[in-house]
């Protein structure tokens, strides 16, 4: 530290006076930027239907298409500010927030068909999610640099940190070197990533907000180190999470991925943040008690929910092709060069689109 105090008086003179109104602004910008960001998928997936159904020019020079890219550009930014004026075990739980609206703009919008599972889980999610903010750590700290440079430099996140880099380079031993193509293997590489996005996001954010409000803290390196580290990981992130929605589908990926980014972002909250100390333990309890009802309605929200088929224009389907009947005289020739005539439209539409 910069000063002669200790550490630990050091880092309790970074805590605010009065954290609930940050409190509460970190969760209601968090849970606003869930919302735009299921709002965005839903557009995005709206220009893909369309496009499909019409054939017409690709995607991306969709302006619909644009407009979902940047509403999902904002909803991203919300959920980095959140991590400014949050505790990071609270924020990365309210991405339930963007699951249920998801559901909920899916059946409005493009008129997908209401479950029971669909009423059940999001019932669950809804009261896990109240559970969630009335039970999780209330204490809102500065983050500044020099707090940041303390947290680093802490035995016990240098001994998760290790345990988290050879956990990681067993899993990617299995699955680069052993050709394990597990979905939980995939998963726990995107989570572990994920441990240190959240750490990084909430420093640079913290530092950032600090820097507005407070003194300056983008003049010292570990500022810096934070954001390339942030970088860095989300782009590994993102990759592995690709390489999951290509091998798996997306009802499997969406909730295991949820589950596990939001205990590895908990977890890393609490050994880097120290944000459980001084937590009472009913208040822990039913913490826990809140993940786990969130969890369970994000399970029943992805599970077995209908895909929107996208078909090729250029293909002829083959339940369209004429059969024989009793009052038609269709030769049997001309049947059989039917439908190879649309066999082979369909494999030349493939190769064009592959090209």
Known sequence: MANGSSPDAAHRAHILENPLRTYLLG???????????????????YAHVRQSQRGSKPYYTSGTWWCGVALMGFGELGNFAAYGFAPASLIAPLGCVSVIASAVLS????????RASDIVGGTLAITGTYVLVNFAPHT???????LVQYYVMNWHFLLYLLLEMLLFCF???????????????????????????????KAVSGMIAESITGQLQLIYPIFYVMGVIM????????????????????????????VF??????????????????LALLNIFMFLLGCLLSFLGVFLIARNRPK????????????????????????????????????????RAGQSDDA
């Open 171 to 201: 899993l990617l031993y299995l699955y680069k070197m052993r050709n394990v193509k597990h979905i939980v293997i995939v998963m726990l590489l995107v989570a572990l990533l994920a441990s240190l996005t959240v750490i990084s996001v």
């Open 107 to 114: 059946v409005v919008f493009l008129k997908e068909t209401v």
């Open 308 to 347: 929107i088929k996208l078909q090729n224009p250029n293909c002829i389907s083959m339940d369209k092709i004429p059969r024989r009947s009793h009052t038609d005289r269709v030769q049997p020739e001309a049947q059989t060069y039917g439908s190879l005539a649309a066999k082979l439209m369909c494999n």
């Open 231 to 258: 970088i860095v990981s989300c782009a590994f992130q993102i990759k592995f999470l690709n390489q999951a929605m290509k091998m798996f589908d997306a009802t499997e990926v969406v909730p295991i991925n949820f």
């Open 27 to 45: 969760i209601i910008i968090s849970i606003c930027g869930n919302i735009l960001i299921s709002i965005s998928l839903n557009i995005q997936k």
């Open 140 to 146: 809102t700290i500065h983050i500044t640099a020099h």
């Open 261 to 278: 980014f939001t205990t590895s972002a908990i977890v890393a909250g609490i050994v880097f943040y120290e944000e459980f100390e001084e």
